[in-house]
């Protein structure tokens, strides 16, 4: 039994062994491994790539790697995937090597990586794998001695939030570290001290502060700016440390704040200040106090004294005398600032009668919002104020001087279209007809319209020839004349009157037309070989319409200024296809005018007129005068148009 005990206790042992030293071993051997694995995979890969096998006869001075394997690749068909940035300068020789070696080389001489995708080699730097593996945690150098409750530590250089961490596992009190502090390295060395005490003397040897608060929990703070830490001996209830506030005036001594506390719990202030800004002194005795305060205004001006001993509230009061800033307490907060706004901000809420608040806001001056919080109160239509008395009144009776109704006023428009025309149509016209009915109308609403048949002619020639006299001939059984004379007159008035509101100083707009398309068609031929024809119809829109801008400002006097722009546009006349646009008119004109309360105006004289005269007959012989009325026909036509706008302002303020 003890033989066999024997190799197995060395089995053991040495088993233990390889698992502690294999990956230091493997570590070691791990740059060798690398390459190894890079050359089986490209003899592998050479079975599908014969061009690694080739032989190369190679000799290169001074290009980069990257272009050297472009020729490498474009000599041997490989399939060389080269990362951008290798510009290493090779200068080599290679005589009757193949090209895997030729890769390899490269892989050793400039650390090289090689991935495979099928027959596709990527070539690029080398990333150590272990390059960025963080370094070995250090081990804080912290005891905690339960039965006596001391702590010792021998810190070079080490994490303040390690620190801080491992004494709240081993003494179970709580040390927060602020933010401020979390990169802060330490130093120190202790042995066995109370905790509180040892984290003192790490404080003054790496100035930071420690404050204790209400649940027993230790906070080491940052020191504030221009602020300083030394030590001190006494038998007071403060730490062993002091924290100076210092100031170093050109020309003058330095400047020092201390704020202690006595066994009743009374802030007592020692200070020595030699021409330090008044507002710098008051901010350093309420931070090292722990004195909530609020500046009413900026405190201007410098303080010189020497303070030794005396209670924050009087030490206030005699570095504020015969200045004029004041102080007063509120529930444990101190205000102070200047003495017309002594111990007061105020909190009001303008609400607005007759304006919006949102059009508002921007009118407020600037001088009056400085130092005031101002916010929008939609829902009640007002102003939230928060700051000094004397400003918000400022304000409120601002606000109340513009708070004023905006009068509305109502616009009637009446637009008077009178269109007028007269046209005149003559002639005389002859043929022959089987049809053709004698007769018409002499009087009547077709004026004259008359047809004389061969019968009315011939008898009408008789009586001409005096009773046979002389023969002035007859006419064929189916002649017939027609005589024309037509006049029509028109007078047409269209009235609109419609009616619009609006604020003052704000646009009303009117717009009354009609509408009318014409079309516009789109022909394509698709394919090449089978061609089809596709046709697009679009019928475009063209508006005329009558437009009347009016933007009105009422005057303290009740007049009404008002700015006046008026578009007609009108159709001349109807196309014969519905493929062309309709023709059109316009006319617009602006005017600014001024009139009285409920006083009418007119704008008007638009007047558009339209002349035409035309005339068809034989040639030569409708040019001929007098006989030109015999064998032509003739039509003449005017027309005018006359728009007249009448517009009636009325100033509404209910």
Do not use: C
């Not at 290493?88 to 005589?95: A, P, V």
């Not at 006083?599 to 004289?605: F, H, N, T």
């Amino acid at each position: 039994m003890q033989g066999i005990l024997k190799p197995t206790k060395t089995r053991i042992i040495t088993g233990l062994l390889l698992v502690l030293l294999t990956p230091l071993m493997t570590h070691a051997q791990q740059p060798e491994d690398r390459f190894k694995v890079l050359e089986k995979r490209l003899k592998d890969l050479s079975s599908v790539a014969p061009g690694l096998n080739q032989k190369a006869d190679l000799s290169v001075t001074n290009i980069s790697v990257e272009e050297f394997l472009k020729g490498l690749a474009e000599t041997h068909n490989l399939n060389l995937n080269i990362v951008p940035g290798l510009n290493q300068k090779i200068s080599n020789y290679f005589y009757n090597e193949t090209v895997i070696n030729i890769l390899l080389y490269l892989a050793r001489q400039y650390n090289l990586d090689f991935t495979f995708i099928g027959s596709i080699i990527t070539i690029g730097p080398y990333a150590d794998p272990n390059a960025n593996l963080p370094p070995p945690r250090k081990e804080i150098n912290v005891s905690y001695n339960g039965y006596t409750q001391t702590l010792s530590f021998d810190l070079s250089n080490d994490s303040l939030s390690e620190v801080a961490k491992k004494i709240t596992r081993l003494a179970g009190i709580n040390v927060v570290v602020m933010p401020d502090l979390y990169g802060r390295k330490v130093t120190g060395y202790v042995q066995n001290l109370p905790v509180v005490n040892a984290l003192e003397k790490l404080a003054i040897v790496n100035s930071f502060k420690l404050d204790a608060t209400k649940d027993s929990a230790l906070v080491l703070e940052p020191l504030k700016q221009d602020e300083e830490i030394y030590p001190r001996d006494n038998n007071q209830r403060s730490p062993t440390y002091t924290i100076k506030k210092v100031n170093h005036v050109t020309g003058g001594p330095s400047s020092s704040v201390e704020v202690n506390e006595d066994e009743a719990g009374h802030r007592l202030v020692t200070l020595t200040v030699d021409n330090l800004p008044l507002k710098e002194v008051i901010r350093t005795i309420a931070q090292q106090a722990h004195i909530n305060y609020f500046e009413y205004s900026d405190l201007q001006g410098n303080s010189t004294a020497s303070i030794t001993n005396m209670e924050f509230e009087q030490a206030l009061g005699l570095i504020l005398r015969d200045t004029k800033y004041t102080f007063n307490s509120e529930k444990g907060v101190y205000l102070i600032g200047d003495r017309k706004d002594e111990g007061l901000r105020v909190q009001r809420l303008v609400q607005l009668q007759n304006r919006s608040a949102d059009s508002l806001m921007d009118i407020i001056p600037q001088e009056l919002k400085q130092g005031v919080e101002i916010k929008e109160f939609r829902e009640l239509n007002g102003f939230l104020l928060s700051g000094s008395g004397p400003q918000i009144r400022e304000i409120e009776t601002f606000l109340h001087q513009i708070d004023k109704v905006v009068p509305m006023i109502t616009l009637e428009v009446i637009i008077l279209d009178i269109n007028k025309s007269k046209s005149i149509s003559t002639g005389i016209s002859a043929g022959t007809s089987d049809s053709a009915k004698a007769g018409g109308s002499i009087l009547g609403g077709n004026g004259l319209s008359f047809t004389l048949g061969s019968g009315d002619i011939n008898s009408f020639l008789s009586h001409i020839g005096l009773n046979n006299v002389f023969n002035l001939g007859r006419v064929s059984p189916n002649f017939y004349v027609t005589i024309n004379a037509l006049q029509t007159n028109s007078n047409v008035n269209q009235r609109q009157t419609p009616k619009l509101s609006t604020l003052n100083g704000h646009p009303a707009s009117l717009s009354i037309g009609s509408t009318q398309y014409y079309s516009i068609s789109t022909q394509n031929v698709l394919g090449s070989l089978s061609t089809q024809t596709v046709v697009t119809q679009q019928f475009i829109p063209v508006e005329a319409n009558l437009t009347v801008d009016i933007t009105p400002y009422v005057a303290g006097n009740d007049e009404v200024t008002m700015h006046i722009g008026v578009n007609i546009t009108n159709f001349t006349s109807t196309t014969a296809t519905t493929n062309a646009p309709p023709p059109t008119s316009t006319s617009k004109f602006k005017s600014i005018i001024r009139v009285r309360n409920e006083e009418m105006i007119v704008l008007g004289g638009i007047e558009r007129t339209q002349k035409s005269e035309s005339s068809s007959g034989i040639p030569i012989l409708s040019s001929i005068p007098v006989l030109k009325w015999l064998f032509s026909t003739r039509t003449k036509s005017d027309s005018k148009v006359v728009s007249v706008v009448f517009i009636k302002p009325t100033i509404i303020y209910k």
